[in-house]
């Protein structure tokens, strides 16, 4: 992961820990009802960077063949 991935995914999830955090421990209503209502913002930005700069690394799909898991070949995973 490079750091335009890897910024919003640390961001975000920090951000949604504070959250938590606070509707459990504390009574700042105002800061708890900020972050709430910024979460789907920052979790869609989150997901368009991801998608926009993240890196595919499994293999390229040959011709006339299907997809499947990356980890099993198509007679094991048909045995499941």
Request: aromatic share 18%.
């Amino acid at each position: 992961m490079n750091v335009k991935e890897k910024l919003p995914v640390w961001v975000v999830s920090s951000l949604l820990l504070v959250n938590c955090f606070l509707v459990f421990y504390t009574d700042w209503l105002h800061v708890i009802y900020f972050i709430s209502a910024i979460g789907p913002f920052l979790i869609v930005w989150m997901v368009y960077s991801v998608l926009k700069y993240g890196k595919y690394k499994a293999a390229d799909l040959q011709e006339e063949e299907e997809w499947g898991y990356a980890d099993r070949t198509k007679d094991e995973a048909g045995r499941l």
